[in-house]
Nanobody, 128 residues
Framework: QVQLVESGGGSVQAGGSLRLSCAVFGYTYFSGCMGWFRQAPGKEREGVAVIGLYGGNTFYTDSIKGRFTISQDNAKNTVYLQMNSLKVEDTAMYYC?????????????????????WGQGTQVTVSS
């Protein structure tokens, strides 16, 4: 049974940094896509960043470009989201998602689609 387990959320002041982790259990990935989504109260879910697991190519939504970096550690079966220069508007529940073997929609389209595997979420709160 495949499980995605997020960690690393918390509370931070504006301008601070956090690193989220998404560990994959029950499957050793070689290809596909993994990425991060977020949802703030009263708002729709937003795709944030995606990484192609085979080549490491990445794609980001415009609102976080230059501030967030997605990366992978294949030895640890884990994907990370390094978040710098955090803003109050980054406050949300952050979810990890994955599709293995394929990336539906390609990197640029993947963030707009639903996915097979989801984590339980980790809360990020940024205060002014």
């Amino acid at each position: 049974q495949v499980q995605l387990v997020e960690s690393g959320g918390g509370s931070v002041q504006a301008g601070g940094s956090l690193r989220l982790s998404c560990a994959v259990f029950g499957y050793t990935y070689f290809s596909g896509c993994m990425g991060w989504f977020r949802q703030a109260p009263g708002k729709e879910r937003e795709g944030v960043a995606v990484i192609g697991l085979y080549g490491g190519n990445t794609f980001y939504t415009d609102s976080i470009k230059g501030r967030f970096t997605i990366s992978q550690d294949n030895a640890k079966n884990t994907v990370y989201l390094q978040m710098n220069s955090l803003k109050v508007e980054d406050t949300a529940m952050y979810y990890c998602a994955a599709d293995f073997l394929m990336c539906p929609g390609g990197l640029s389209g993947w963030l707009a689609k639903d996915h097979k595997y989801w984590g339980q979420g980790t809360q990020v709160t940024v205060s002014s």
